[in-house]
């Protein structure tokens, strides 16, 4: 026991599997007994997908001391291609799809040649690739509409031996980095994160793994931008505004660090779920609860936003103070013996 | 084997290198020598593929070599350990050391279970005070640089350049380190080696190359030179007859206990130390890498707070909880860890300077910043600082300069007590005799000095009571015909034949 | 039947919510929740306070037992999650103010499935079983559109500001601003811009048109933008258009009122055109009849600009016009509110009543 | 020749400066009256509060340690509706006004500084939640209706001209680069701020109160931001809820486009301000190009991109 808490604290994932631990027991506490129905998870997990997985795409970015903001425009460029194609291009949906994946990744191999190759600080890169993208989208698929066959949305929601198909779209992705980071690469990206000088001493071509981060990351957006549809099943060119940050606030729940080679995408995936979590709880709060308040009803809306954003604070702080100590970076750190550098 | 001819390399308007030249045998180990700023590290960038040169050729075994990256050097058989390491912290140390050179099972997978007993084999060979799984920065200095050795050693090199791996080592680590060399040497890699440290040099190299302002001036035969002729080569003249400041003449009663440390504890290094300090006293700390000196200097400096004990400075009893506070009661602090701890690298040489004088200002106080230009001027005078001028960054000077900079930070400020980790790490000769002629000239007006150092030689001349830390405690006290290398080594290596006096 | 209607547009109150109603058998007690896309701008929350009101009146009622709101921060996904959840927590109406028009689709397919009605309010929702109670945005925009062509004879320059691209109330004005203005050749649109809900970015974009602009007669525009552009027209020392157009904000009926007041000779023509947030209490007082088994006209629903394949909105089309005529006594009577205030109204129970059968 | 490596800093500035001028000149070719006086005023006058948007901005990400505010946005919204209120189109009001908006600003500031310093959690996210909470407590006190107005005297200086391409707006900027300026280059404050950036370590080795001075660089942000919102409405001459919402990233962009760079402990709000001027004319140009939103946003984005590759470009490892 003692032993895994260690092993628990020493990975960067340890915060988010603490809050997504008890984000579920509050949920429990406030939901009640329905919490464990599978109406229940299969919700949770179909709505929370696309967020999921633009955190693991935020992550991968992340690893690499870079940030993508320009995920969210992303999302809705995939959303509006993949609809535009089959709804106005009567493609089949299948291609259709195909195509707004392979757009998607375009995205992320631009944002890899502005960060990796021209060498603009990915924050900027990813902000002004932001506002072409949005452009983009908004030029494909000008206003909402369109339609998802409905064999393809009630199939999204539904569960495939006992676990949803959004879930099970979340595994193979999570899958598929898994297999990334037993490559070579996969240590390359925490080790450019980690200090590129030295990374390129070693040998390594800093550059190229840059530029994989943010075509992997584009790629995976392109996988949630694609949930993103089969949940909404239409088109809408303002659909993914807020994945961005959101993102970036699981990936930091994940207990990842933004100055790069310190994370975990399984911690992401916590984070994100957390995220959605914190939606459910307040729901229940308000629902069960404070509704029956008489005098608190006319302004309840109002805290129901202010208590979500005051749990993601909470969320934040816990997840950098459980990074304490740690091999996290600030002054904090820990050093074997001699100088204690403080 | 290995030749470069006529490499030259600008950065900007400074010349890191022109002209200089260098070639190495198989089995031969050659030194590369120069002052600070002479082009050493970078040199051994060109070698290594970090830096471009603008002009110049490299032969290997007489056909051009074009290093275009430092991923060329390697599958050429060139490895580095650089001087400010190639670590990436938060790896583990295994990952580090096998860091682009991972063995892989099936396609392209990295086989974890062979890269932690490769790494460990080679930590073992090294006698690295370390496991595979630790992070790396996690190391103390002295284990980072034996584990960036492991590194290049790890490339199964044909060249092997170590370019001041021993600054933070301890003696017997450096005698390992040696032993391992000269074997592998014997089977036929070549070896460059950069030190300050002439003992060093002299005992491991048979030849070397010395450079001047990015030009090679000389190539030597060890054997046939003594120190002076390869100090000569480094500036140009002679070392003068070496006129040491004496302190103040009044005798050590007279003068006033600044600093008294009674039973100081720091878990878990140190374990009960006590100390004297008076007023213009230059007092040395000596002991392996990691006994606890560098904890009981910061844990005075209020960095860190300590477990017991008693400090007594200026007569009251102090725990600082920041250094903020020893400054103001007027302790300075140097670290050796220039990078991490000593300069602020973007800003200006002026910047640097009053650094620690401002500190001692309220925040709303309004600068004159001619005024501060003026005496930054004088100052870099005074301390011969080598600067493009007073507005040049930090980061553009040369690491014993960098250095001089600190000190003269806390010249400024005059401080009651200095207190020195392992200052003059990586500093060259000339450069640490300025940097000791400084702290003589503070002692003589008044300052305490308690300075730690991994450099035997250096606490020899310079202190004039030296503390040696073995596991926590002071295990001996040397002074006046006490003070020999010998009896410093015996007690560093924890034979008790000098019986500490103070204390107890 | 339809109404009269011709085509094949499925009919919202025979395909599903009726037919719902009728199994419900209630005639009070019922739970209701708003979903409300956010509560970021007083516009929404002059609409959340109105249904707040009749809510209450209601349970004071016994007729609704049970009315929450929930905000969505504008995150499409979260309002699915909340009706998600909605769904399963023993709910008899929904009322959405969505954040998208059409992400919701899959979730209220569920909801309907399940017997709850389903009813968006103010954005209309693409989907043949949610009936949707709007304000008639085509009507407001054409209105206003024909009256800046009246003033302009059907001849001049105009400058349109429009909203954020892509959002449903904006689409179908622009539309409507299109439509009309096509059958007056002589009037040409200078320059398009989007203000983005923004009356900030309203002002710096007029300040930016003057520029290369400066010779226009008349502008055309949605919501806030109107004071901005006054603003911004004023601080340039530009003359004032011909003609512009506007919504209900107090802030810049007063505006306007103190022009008029200083030019008494040369007063600012403009035109206000309501779009009251009393819509979402409309909404509130129609799904309650519905769901008291009530059933609506043959003729309310019709279909919406943007969804023309259903039949399945009821458009309230907005009554309330200023212009110069009657200015004064709209200032006089509002003349206690708070600047950003919007001009209200809802309908009386009588005229919900003429909806139903 | 060593000058170069030394004014490479202000060679950031000097060409952020000529991009500015040639989006001048660009503008002008596309239509001539782009140069009127007027026109300039116009758009120096919106540069001007961006460029209060963004004083803090500096200020935070001079100080290092992935320093950033995204709060910006959401206290100057608080801060213009708490100017309106007090202020009720009353010049007596104007110093209550001041003293409430630079209190909340201080008090946001505190909050994101004890999270940032205390809970360490990373600005980029502390700030971004903090600005949710703010936002929402706005809209709480206020019901999303705000009420009152710029005191005449401040309505007047935010949307009046000395000349008509000096608004009196632009002369406030230049009395705030005078101060902001100072502090940077003249107060031991600054001089710290730059050293905490530079190297946080080392400062405080050397007795620097590190943590302070960062804390107080993002108290100074709320205070700046707050002001910010306070001249917002000047300009605007009302107020509504969210008025700031749009300044956050443009604010985060003016900064670093002027040559401030990312990594903490060097820049200038000299160029801060030159960034902002690039942007509002950048965004004044795209109106009047011939082109819808989608339009707008697409050239609007690649320029961005032309310009940070024209000089925010890192070093190569490689030199
Ligand atoms: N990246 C750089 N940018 C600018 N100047 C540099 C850079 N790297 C080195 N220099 C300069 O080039 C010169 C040679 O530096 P180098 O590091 O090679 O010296 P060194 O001989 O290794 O000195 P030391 O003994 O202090 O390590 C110095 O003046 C240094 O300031
Ligand atoms: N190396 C660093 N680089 C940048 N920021 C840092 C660094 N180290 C610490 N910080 C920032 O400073 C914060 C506080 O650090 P610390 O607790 O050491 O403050 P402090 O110096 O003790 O301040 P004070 O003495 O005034 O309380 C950290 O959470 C982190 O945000
Ligand atoms: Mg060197
Ligand atoms: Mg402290």
Same mark, same amino acid.
């Given at each position: =026991?003692?032993?895994?808490?260690?092993?628990?604290?020493?990975?960067?994932?340890?915060?988010?599997?603490?809050?997504?631990?008890?984000?579920?027991?509050?949920?429990?506490?406030?939901?009640?007994?329905?919490?464990?129905?599978?109406?229940?998870?299969?919700?949770?997990?179909?709505?929370?997908?696309?967020?999921?997985?633009?955190?693991?795409?935020?992550?991968?970015?992340?690893?690499?001391?870079?940030?993508?903001?320009?995920?969210?425009?992303?999302?809705?460029?995939?959303?509006?291609?993949?609809?535009?194609?089959?709804?106005?291009?009567?493609?089949?949906?299948?291609?259709?799809?195909?195509?707004?994946?392979?757009?998607?990744?375009?995205?992320?191999?631009?944002?890899?040649?502005?960060?990796?190759?021209?060498?603009?600080?990915?924050?900027?890169?990813?902000?002004?690739? =932001?506002?072409?993208?949005?452009?983009?989208?908004?030029?494909?698929?000008?206003?909402?509409?369109?339609?998802?066959?409905?064999?393809?949305?009630?199939?999204?929601?539904?569960?495939?031996?006992?676990?949803?198909?959004?879930?099970?779209?979340?595994?193979?992705?999570?899958?598929?980095?898994?297999?990334?980071?037993?490559?070579?690469?996969?240590?390359?990206?925490?080790?450019?994160?980690?200090?590129?000088?030295?990374?390129?001493?070693?040998?390594?071509?800093?550059?190229?793994?840059?530029?994989?981060?943010?075509?992997?990351?584009?790629?995976?957006?392109?996988?949630?931008?694609?949930?993103?549809?089969?949940?909404?099943?239409?088109?809408?060119?303002?659909?993914?505004?807020?994945?961005?940050?959101?993102?970036?606030?699981?990936?930091?729940?994940?207990?990842?660090?933004?100055?790069?080679?310190?994370?975990?995408?399984?911690?992401?995936?916590?984070?994100?779920?957390?995220?959605?979590?914190?939606?459910?709880?307040?729901?229940?709060?308000?629902?069960?609860?404070?509704?029956?308040?008489?005098?608190?009803?006319?302004?309840?809306?109002?805290?129901?936003?202010?208590?979500?954003?005051?749990?993601?604070?909470?969320?934040?702080?816990?997840?950098?103070?459980?990074?304490?100590?740690?091999?996290?970076?600030?002054?904090?750190?820990?050093?074997?013996?001699?100088?204690?550098?403080? | 084997?290995?030749?470069?001819?006529?490499?030259?390399?600008?950065?900007?308007?400074?010349?890191?290198?022109?002209?200089?030249?260098?070639?190495?045998?198989?089995?031969?180990?050659?030194?590369?020598?120069?002052?600070?700023?002479?082009?050493?590290?970078?040199?051994?960038?060109?070698?290594?593929?970090?830096?471009?040169?603008?002009?110049?050729?490299?032969?290997?075994?007489?056909?051009?070599?074009?290093?275009?990256?430092?991923?060329?050097?390697?599958?050429?058989?060139?490895? $580095?350990?650089?001087?400010?390491?190639?670590? $990436?912290?938060?790896?583990?140390?295994?990952?580090?050391?096998?860091?682009?050179?991972?063995?892989?099972?099936?396609?392209?997978?990295?086989?974890?279970?062979?890269?932690?007993?490769?790494?460990?084999?080679?930590?073992?060979?090294?006698?690295?005070?370390?496991?595979?799984?630790?992070?790396?920065?996690?190391?103390?200095?002295?284990?980072?640089?034996?584990?960036?050795?492991?590194?290049?050693?790890?490339?199964?090199?044909?060249?092997?350049?170590?370019?001041?791996?021993?600054?933070?080592?301890?003696?017997?680590?450096?005698?390992?380190?040696?032993?391992?060399?000269?074997?592998?040497?014997?089977?036929?890699?070549?070896?460059?080696?950069?030190?300050?440290?002439?003992?060093?040099?002299?005992?491991?190299?048979?030849?070397?190359?010395?450079?001047?302002?990015?030009?090679?001036?000389?190539?030597?035969?060890?054997?046939?030179?003594?120190?002076?002729?390869?100090?000569?080569?480094?500036?140009?003249?002679?070392?003068?007859?070496?006129?040491?400041?004496?302190?103040?003449?009044?005798?050590?009663?007279?003068?006033?206990?600044?600093?008294?440390?009674?039973?100081?504890?720091?878990?878990?290094?140190?374990?009960?130390?006590?100390?004297?300090?008076?007023?213009?006293?230059?007092?040395?700390?000596?002991?392996?890498?990691?006994?606890?000196?560098?904890?009981?200097?910061?844990?005075?400096?209020?960095?860190?707070?300590?477990?017991?004990?008693?400090?007594?400075?200026?007569?009251?009893?102090?725990?600082?909880?920041?250094?903020?506070?020893?400054?103001?009661?007027?302790?300075?602090?140097?670290?050796?860890?220039?990078?991490?701890?000593?300069?602020?690298?973007?800003?200006?040489?002026?910047?640097?300077?009053?650094?620690?004088?401002?500190?001692?200002?309220?925040?709303?106080?309004?600068?004159?910043?001619?005024?501060?230009?003026?005496?930054?001027?004088?100052?870099? +005078?005074?301390?011969?600082?080598?600067?493009?001028?007073?507005?040049?960054?930090?980061?553009?000077?040369?690491?014993?300069?960098?250095?001089?900079?600190?000190?003269?930070?806390?010249?400024?400020?005059?401080?009651?007590?200095?207190?020195?980790?392992?200052?003059?790490?990586?500093?060259?000769?000339?450069?640490?005799?300025?940097?000791?002629?400084?702290?003589?000239?503070?002692?003589?007006?008044?300052?305490?000095?308690?300075?730690?150092?991994?450099?035997?030689?250096?606490?020899?001349?310079?202190?004039?009571?030296?503390?040696?830390?073995?596991?926590?405690?002071?295990?001996?006290?040397?002074?006046?015909?006490?003070?020999?290398?010998?009896?410093?080594?015996?007690?560093?290596?924890?034979?008790?034949?000098?019986?500490? +006096?103070?204390?107890? | 039947?339809?109404?009269?209607?011709?085509?094949?547009?499925?009919?919202?109150?025979?395909?599903?919510?009726?037919?719902?109603?009728?199994?419900?058998?209630?005639?009070?007690? &019922?739970?209701?929740?708003?979903?409300?896309?956010?509560?970021?701008?007083?516009?929404?929350?002059?609409?959340?306070?109105?249904?707040?009101?009749?809510?209450?009146?209601?349970?004071?009622?016994?007729?609704?037992?049970?009315?929450?709101?929930?905000?969505?921060?504008?995150?499409?996904?979260?309002?699915?999650?909340?009706?998600?959840?909605?769904?399963?927590?023993?709910?008899?109406?929904?009322?959405?103010?969505?954040?998208?028009?059409?992400?919701?689709?899959?979730?209220?397919?569920?909801?309907?499935?399940?017997?709850?009605?389903?009813?968006?309010?103010?954005?209309?929702?693409?989907?043949?079983?949610?009936?949707?109670?709007?304000?008639?945005?085509?009507?407001?925009?054409?209105?206003?559109?024909?009256?800046?062509?009246?003033?302009?004879?059907?001849?001049?320059?105009?400058?349109?500001?429009?909203?954020?691209?892509?959002?449903?109330?904006?689409?179908?004005?622009?539309?409507? &601003?299109?439509?009309?203005?096509?059958?007056?050749?002589?009037?040409?649109?200078?320059?398009?811009?989007?203000?983005?809900?923004?009356?900030?970015?309203?002002?710096?974009?007029?300040?930016?048109?003057?520029?290369?602009?400066?010779? &226009?007669?008349?502008?055309?525009?949605?919501?806030?933008?109107?004071?901005?552009?006054?603003?911004?027209?004023?601080?340039?020392?530009?003359?004032?258009?011909?003609?512009?157009?506007?919504? @209900?904000?107090?802030?810049?009926?007063?505006?306007?009122?103190?022009?008029?007041?200083?030019?008494?000779?040369?007063?600012?023509?403009?035109?206000?055109?309501?779009?009251?947030?009393?819509?979402?209490?409309?909404?509130?007082?129609?799904?309650?009849?519905?769901?008291?088994?009530?059933?609506?006209?043959?003729?309310?629903?019709?279909?919406?600009?943007?969804?023309?394949?259903?039949?399945?909105?009821?458009?309230?089309?907005?009554?309330?016009?200023?212009?110069?005529?009657?200015?004064?006594?709209?200032?006089?009577?509002?003349?206690?509110?708070?600047?950003?205030?919007?001009?209200?109204?809802?309908?009386?129970?009588? @005229?919900?009543?003429?909806? &139903?059968? | 020749?060593?000058?170069?490596?030394?004014?490479?800093?202000?060679?950031?500035?000097?060409?952020?400066?000529?991009?500015?001028?040639?989006?001048?000149?660009?503008?002008?070719?596309?239509?001539? !009256?782009?140069?009127?006086?007027?026109?300039?005023?116009?758009?120096?006058?919106?540069?001007?509060?961006?460029?209060?948007?963004?004083?803090?901005?500096?200020?935070?990400?001079?100080?290092?340690?992935?320093?950033?505010?995204?709060?910006?946005?959401?206290?100057? !919204?608080?801060?213009?509706?708490?100017?309106?209120?007090?202020?009720?189109?009353?010049?007596?009001?104007?110093?209550?006004?001041?003293?409430?908006?630079?209190?909340?600003?201080?008090?946001?500031?505190?909050?994101?500084?004890?999270?940032?310093?205390?809970?360490?959690?990373?600005?980029?996210?502390?700030?971004?939640?903090?600005?949710?909470?703010?936002?929402?407590?706005?809209?709480?006190?206020?019901?999303?209706?705000?009420?009152?107005?710029?005191?005449?005297?401040?309505?007047?200086?935010?949307?009046?001209?000395?000349?008509?391409?000096?608004?009196?707006?632009?002369?406030?900027?230049?009395?705030?680069?005078?101060?902001?300026?100072?502090?940077?280059?003249?107060?031991?404050?600054?001089?710290?701020?730059?050293?905490?950036?530079?190297?946080?370590?080392?400062?405080?080795?050397?007795?620097?109160?590190?943590?302070?001075?960062?804390?107080?660089?993002?108290?100074?942000?709320?205070?700046? !931001? !707050?002001?910010?919102?306070?001249?917002?409405?000047?300009?605007?001459?009302?107020?509504?809820?969210?008025?700031?919402?749009?300044?956050?990233?443009?604010?985060?962009?003016?900064?670093?486009?002027?040559?401030?760079?990312?990594?903490?402990?060097?820049?200038?709000?000299?160029?801060?301000?030159?960034?902002?001027?690039?942007?509002?004319?950048?965004?004044?140009?795209?109106?009047?190009?011939?082109?819808?939103?989608?339009?707008?946003?697409?050239?609007?984005?690649?320029?961005?991109?032309?310009?940070?590759?024209?000089?925010?470009?890192?070093?190569?490892?490689?030199?």
């Amino acid at each position: =026991m003692m032993r895994l808490w260690r092993r628990l604290r020493s990975s960067p994932a340890a915060s988010g599997y603490l809050l997504l631990l008890l984000g579920i027991i509050v949920n429990i506490l406030v939901q009640g007994p329905d919490f464990f129905t599978s109406y229940n998870f299969n919700s949770l997990l179909a709505v929370n997908a696309p967020l999921v997985l633009a955190a693991i795409a935020q992550t991968v970015v992340v690893l690499t001391g870079g940030i993508d903001l320009s995920i969210g425009s992303n999302m809705t460029l995939v959303n509006t291609v993949a609809i535009a194609l089959a709804n106005q291009g009567h493609w089949p949906v299948g291609a259709s799809w195909a195509v707004a994946l392979v757009a998607a990744t375009l995205v992320g191999v631009g944002n890899g040649l502005m960060v990796a190759y021209l060498r603009i600080p990915p924050l900027l890169a990813t902000f002004a690739s =932001m506002s072409v993208v949005g452009g983009i989208a908004l030029w494909v698929w000008p206003k909402p509409g369109g339609m998802v066959p409905p064999e393809i949305y009630t199939a999204y929601g539904a569960p495939f031996l006992g676990v949803p198909v959004a879930g099970w779209i979340i595994i193979a992705v999570a899958l598929l980095w898994l297999v990334v980071s037993r490559l070579r690469v996969g240590t390359y990206l925490r080790a450019v994160g980690g200090r590129e000088r030295s990374a390129y001493a070693s040998g390594i071509n800093t550059a190229a793994v840059k530029f994989f981060a943010y075509t992997f990351c584009g790629f995976i957006t392109g996988v949630a931008g694609l949930c993103l549809t089969a949940l909404t099943a239409s088109g809408d060119p303002k659909i993914g505004l807020l994945f961005g940050l959101n993102s970036i606030a699981a990936v930091i729940l994940g207990g990842s660090s933004l100055a790069g080679g310190w994370g975990s995408v399984g911690g992401s995936i916590a984070g994100a779920l957390f995220l959605g979590l914190i939606n459910n709880i307040v729901f229940f709060l308000f629902r069960n609860f404070v509704s029956q308040i008489q005098s608190l009803t006319s302004v309840a809306s109002f805290y129901q936003q202010l208590l979500a954003n005051l749990i993601v604070i909470f969320g934040l702080a816990s997840a950098a103070l459980t990074q304490r100590g740690e091999a996290g970076s600030g002054p904090g750190r820990r050093r074997r013996g001699g100088t204690q550098h403080v | 084997m290995l030749q470069a001819q006529h490499i030259s390399k600008h950065f900007g308007g400074v010349t890191a290198l022109k002209d200089a030249s260098l070639s190495l045998a198989p089995g031969e180990i050659r030194a590369l020598l120069g002052a600070n700023g002479s082009g050493k590290s970078t040199l051994v960038k060109v070698l290594g593929g970090l830096v471009a040169p603008d002009s110049g050729t490299i032969f290997l075994d007489g056909k051009p070599l074009a290093i275009n990256s430092p991923s060329d050097a390697r599958s050429h058989g060139i490895a $580095v350990a650089y001087q400010d390491l190639s670590l $990436v912290p938060r790896l583990s140390v295994a990952e580090n050391i096998l860091l682009g050179r991972e063995p892989c099972r099936r396609p392209g997978f990295v086989d974890t279970r062979k890269v932690r007993s490769r790494a460990a084999e080679l930590l073992a060979r090294l006698q690295v005070d370390a496991s595979p799984d630790d992070l790396a920065g996690d190391l103390e200095p002295a284990a980072q640089s034996l584990v960036e050795v492991a590194k290049a050693l790890a490339w199964e090199p044909r060249i092997l350049i170590l370019d001041e791996v021993t600054a933070s080592l301890h003696h017997d680590q450096v005698q390992h380190l040696f032993a391992l060399l000269r074997a592998m040497s014997q089977k036929g890699l070549a070896i460059l080696f950069v030190s300050h440290r002439f003992d060093e040099v002299f005992s491991l190299c048979q030849t070397a190359v010395v450079l001047r302002g990015g030009e090679s001036v000389a190539s030597v035969q060890l054997d046939q030179v003594d120190e002076a002729d390869v100090v000569y080569h480094m500036t140009g003249t002679r070392p003068e007859k070496y006129q040491a400041v004496t302190a103040g003449a009044q005798s050590e009663a007279e003068r006033e206990v600044v600093l008294a440390v009674t039973n100081l504890q720091v878990p878990p290094r140190v374990r009960g130390v006590t100390l004297t300090a008076r007023a213009g006293e230059i007092i040395g700390l000596a002991g392996l890498q990691g006994q606890g000196q560098a904890e009981f200097l910061r844990a005075i400096y209020g960095q860190i707070p300590f477990g017991g004990g008693r400090v007594e400075y200026g007569g009251a009893a102090v725990a600082f909880a920041s250094p903020r506070e020893a400054v103001r009661r007027g302790i300075g602090f140097i670290s050796g860890d220039r990078e991490r701890e000593g300069i602020l690298p973007v800003r200006s040489v002026t910047e640097n300077l009053f650094l620690a004088r401002l500190a001692k200002k309220r925040l709303v106080t309004i600068l004159n910043p001619r005024l501060l230009q003026d005496e930054a001027r004088r100052q870099i +005078k005074q301390l011969r600082i080598v600067a493009g001028s007073a507005g040049h960054p930090a980061s553009s000077l040369s690491g014993g300069n960098q250095q001089k900079l600190i000190i003269g930070r806390w010249l400024a400020v005059q401080p009651r007590l200095l207190l020195l980790d392992d200052p003059t790490k990586g500093v060259d000769v000339s450069a640490r005799r300025e940097i000791h002629d400084l702290l003589r000239q503070m002692a003589a007006a008044g300052t305490a000095v308690l300075i730690s150092s991994s450099d035997n030689e250096e606490l020899l001349a310079i202190a004039e009571r030296i503390y040696v830390f073995y596991e926590g405690e002071i295990i001996a006290i040397l002074q006046g015909s006490e003070k020999t290398e010998e009896a410093l080594v015996a007690a560093m290596l924890g034979m008790k034949q000098t019986r500490p +006096k103070e204390g107890a | 039947g339809c109404g009269g209607s011709k085509g094949t547009a499925p009919d919202a109150s025979k395909t599903g919510q009726a037919g719902q109603a009728e199994k419900t058998a209630k005639k009070s007690g &019922f739970n209701i929740a708003l979903l409300d896309g956010t509560n970021g701008n007083a516009w929404r929350i002059q609409m959340e306070q109105n249904m707040q009101q009749v809510a209450d009146k209601l349970k004071s009622q016994g007729i609704i037992s049970n009315y929450s709101v929930y905000v969505a921060n504008n995150d499409a996904t979260t309002q699915a999650q909340q009706m998600d959840q909605l769904i399963n927590s023993g709910v008899d109406a929904i009322l959405i103010n969505p954040v998208s028009a059409t992400a919701l689709a899959p979730v209220i397919d569920k909801a309907v499935s399940k017997g709850i009605l389903v009813m968006a309010i103010d954005q209309h929702i693409s989907h043949p079983k949610v009936i949707s109670v709007t304000t008639d945005q085509y009507e407001w925009a054409r209105i206003q559109a024909e009256w800046l062509a009246k003033q302009l004879n059907g001849k001049g320059d105009i400058l349109q500001f429009d909203a954020i691209a892509g959002a449903p109330a904006n689409e179908v004005r622009h539309q409507a &601003f299109a439509d009309v203005l096509a059958k007056y050749p002589g009037i040409k649109v200078l320059k398009q811009v989007n203000m983005d809900w923004d009356e900030g970015k309203a002002k710096q974009l007029m300040t930016s048109l003057l520029s290369t602009y400066p010779n &226009f007669d008349a502008i055309l525009c949605q919501d806030g933008a109107a004071v901005g552009i006054i603003n911004a027209l004023q601080e340039a020392n530009h003359p004032l258009p011909k003609a512009i157009t506007s919504d @209900e904000w107090i802030a810049y009926l007063r505006l306007w009122y103190d022009i008029n007041q200083k030019n008494p000779n040369n007063p600012l023509n403009a035109i206000i055109v309501e779009n009251p947030p009393g819509i979402g209490a409309d909404g509130l007082m129609i799904a309650v009849n519905l769901l008291q088994g009530k059933k609506l006209k043959d003729g309310v629903l019709t279909s919406d600009p943007m969804d023309k394949a259903n039949k399945n909105a009821i458009m309230i089309k907005p009554t309330l016009i200023i212009t110069n005529e009657n200015l004064k006594e709209w200032y006089e009577k509002t003349k206690d509110k708070p600047d950003t205030y919007y001009i209200d109204s809802v309908l009386s129970p009588e @005229e919900i009543d003429k909806l &139903f059968q | 020749m060593s000058k170069i490596n030394l004014n490479w800093r202000h060679n950031q500035i000097f060409m952020a400066g000529l991009i500015a001028v040639a989006l001048f000149i660009v503008g002008g070719l596309v239509n001539a !009256s782009f140069l009127s006086p007027t026109n300039i005023g116009s758009i120096l006058s919106m540069a001007v509060l961006l460029g209060f948007a963004a004083a803090g901005q500096t200020l935070v990400v001079i100080a290092g340690g992935e320093g950033i505010d995204l709060s910006v946005g959401a206290v100057m !919204s608080l801060g213009a509706v708490l100017a309106a209120q007090t202020m009720a189109g009353q010049n007596s009001n104007i110093v209550p006004a001041l003293l409430l908006v630079i209190l909340s600003g201080a008090t946001i500031g505190l909050f994101n500084a004890a999270g940032i310093l205390y809970a360490r959690v990373p600005p980029l996210v502390m700030t971004m939640a903090m600005a949710n909470v703010v936002t929402t407590i706005q809209l709480i006190y206020t019901h999303g209706s705000p009420v009152g107005m710029p005191a005449p005297i401040i309505a007047f200086i935010g949307s009046r001209r000395l000349f008509p391409f000096l608004p009196w707006l632009v002369v406030l900027g230049f009395i705030i680069l005078f101060l902001m300026q100072f502090i940077l280059r003249r107060t031991v404050y600054g001089q710290q701020l730059y050293a905490i950036g530079s190297n946080y370590n080392a400062a405080y080795l050397a007795g620097v109160r590190a943590g302070t001075v960062k804390g107080i660089a993002y108290i100074l942000s709320g205070i700046l !931001s !707050s002001l910010a919102g306070f001249w917002l409405i000047a300009y605007n001459n009302f107020v509504f809820v969210n008025m700031g919402a749009a300044y956050v990233l443009p604010s985060v962009a003016a900064v670093v486009i002027g040559g401030t760079s990312l990594a903490g402990g060097e820049g200038s709000y000299t160029g801060t301000l030159i960034g902002s001027v690039i942007l509002t004319a950048l965004a004044s140009l795209l109106v009047v190009l011939h082109t819808d939103e989608a339009g707008r946003q697409i050239i609007n984005g690649l320029v961005l991109i032309l310009l940070l590759a024209l000089y925010t470009r890192q070093p190569a490892i490689r030199q």
